[in-house]
Nanobody, 113 residues
Framework: QVQLVESGGGLVQSGGSLRLTCAAS????????IGWYRQAPEKQRELVAH???????NYADSVKGRFTVSRDNGKNMVYLQMNSLKPEDTAVYYC???????WGQGTQVTVSS
């Protein structure tokens, strides 16, 4: 089993950038596919980016072309580079495996207009 902790959120102006980090502890991190999810107030949690164990990536249409997910198995890290941020990107961001283990605290991203 792997434990995940998110960090890197903050307050940024519209058009700005942030890089989120998902730090993993535990063994066999490289075999896990990892998704970045977000939940805005009064909205369902949604998957915005996904990286497979082999490095294949997929994105929600709403973030395609603006967000980039990557992983460094040597450091047990998954990153979410977010560019051209919009107020509608405001949410708590979480990472999780495809097996959907326990959710962490997430990291708050707030984009001001």
């Amino acid at each position: 089993q792997v434990q995940l902790v998110e960090s890197g959120g903050g307050l940024v102006q519209s058009g700005g950038s942030l890089r989120l980090t998902c730090a993993a502890s535990g063994s066999m991190f490289s075999i896990y596919a990892i998704g970045w999810y977000r939940q805005a107030p009064e909205k369902q949690r949604e998957l915005v980016a996904h990286v497979s164990s082999g490095g294949s990536v997929n994105y929600a249409d709403s973030v395609k072309g603006r967000f980039t997910v990557s992983r460094d198995n040597g450091k047990n890290m998954v990153y979410l580079q977010m560019n051209s941020l919009k107020p509608e990107d405001t949410a708590v961001y979480y990472c999780n495996t495809d097996e959907l283990g326990p959710w962490g605290q997430g990291t708050q991203v707030t984009v001001s207009s």
